[in-house]
Structure formats: C-alpha cells, structure tokens
T-cell receptor
C-alpha cells in the first residue's frame, strides 16, 4: 500500500533559525500522487498548509516551501526563519489514484520553536 | 465559508457507554471521512462515506460504525466504548475528484475511562 515517512518525530529549533522537515513517499497505484502538508497548531484542528499536484513544482504558504521531487520521491518542508508561532505538529500526506479513498499520512513531526 | 464542524469538541465517557460523534460540512461534498489520531501513530482512516448510505470501511473499522442519512452530516458511533478508543477523532470531507482538497474539522477529543 501507500506510505509516507517522516523521519523526525520531534524537532526543536531556535527562533529565526531555519527548519527542514523530511518527508518521503511511496504510492502503489500512481507514479505521481498528490502531495500535501497539513499543520495542527496547539488546541486546533488540522489545517492544509500547502499542496502540490505536479511533480517538479513547488508549493508555498505562510513562509513554508516544499518541492515535489519525483527522483528522490521526497516532499521536504522548509522555512528559512521560524517564529515561535510555528510551533505545531506537521503532517505530510498523499492521495493516489484512488483519490476518494482519502489521504495517507505520515506519523507527524512536532516542531517546538523556542525564543 | 467552507467548513467542517465537529461536535462535541471534548467528551468523557465510561467504558461500555455508547458514543456519538457528529460531523457536518457546508460544501455539499459527496465524500466524507473519519480518522483517529494517536500520538506516534499519525492519522488512521476509520470509515469513508461516498454519499448518503454509501459507506466503506477504512483501515481500522473494528469497534466503530457510521451513519450518513444526509449528505452534509456524517456520524461516528462507538457501541460500548473501550478505553483503547481514547483518541482524537477527525472528520474530513472532499469533493471526491482528482486533485481535490480535503477539509478537516477541529477534532473531537474522546476520553474513555
């Protein structure tokens, strides 16, 4: 079946430093699945951060960027300078050819930004 | 405003009690989902609904059932709740088409004691 791997369960970073959250994927029914990053801020629900549906393209939102790399099957999330308000849990996810089957999620990466 | 609304936000139930989690959406989406989210396990798919009275098991359906009598409402039912069903439950909806977005609710935090 499909799978999404986030290697870091928790990341701690100082304010104004850069952040990268790794995500790799495997999709069985389609070569180029749709890729998503969702974020869950403390006490809130799951929000779509960004989405990329075309291999090779980059998505961006709220200062975050992620590039769909079909060669390495990766979709890493990056931000050049984090703020304390970026503290949250970030989930990488994919939807494949069976798009109505919903999303396959990674385990999530908890990001803590300290001043 | 496109929204998925979940009720209640927090719920405490005793083991063996029945639990009803409700979800509504205002986007006329055909497809709706229930997930549960546990620390270290990500989000796991419980059930999918393709439309009214058209439901399908997800990856972890055991101990749950669902009901969808109107397109805008999708309920998750736990008959005789167990302590291992303590979790955060998320409802989501999508148009069910290629490249569709998936909109999630704010979640229901359920504690079974």
């Amino acid at each position: 079946g499909d799978s999404v791997t986030q290697t870091e369960g928790q990341v701690t970073v100082s304010e104004s430093k850069s952040l990268i959250i790794n995500c790799t994927y495997s999709a069985t029914s389609i070569a180029y699945p749709n890729l998503f990053w969702y974020v869950r801020y403390p006490g809130e629900g799951l929000q779509l951060l960004l989405k990329v549906i075309t291999a090779g393209q980059k998505g961006s939102s709220r200062g975050f960027e992620a590039t769909y790399n079909k060669e390495t099957t990766s979709f890493h999330l990056q931000k050049a300078s984090v703020q304390e308000s970026d503290s949250a849990v970030y989930y990488c996810a994919l939807s494949d050819l069976n798009y109505a089957q919903g999303l396959t999620f990674g385990l999530g990466t908890r990001v803590s930004v300290f001043p | 405003d496109m929204k998925v609304t979940q009720m209640p936000r927090y719920l405490i139930k005793r083991m063996g009690e029945n639990v009803l989690l409700e979800c509504g959406q205002d986007m006329s989406h055909e497809t709706m989902y229930w997930y549960r989210q546990d620390p270290g396990l990500g989000l796991q798919l419980i059930y999918i609904s393709y439309d009214v009275d058209s439901n399908s098991e997800g990856d972890i359906p055991k101990g749950y059932r669902v009901s969808r009598k109107k397109r805008e409402h999708f309920s998750l039912i736990l008959d005789s709740a167990k302590t291992n069903q303590t979790s955060v439950y998320f409802c989501a909806s999508s148009s069910g088409t290629p490249n569709s977005d998936y909109t999630f609710g704010s979640g229901t935090r359920l504690l079974v004691i």
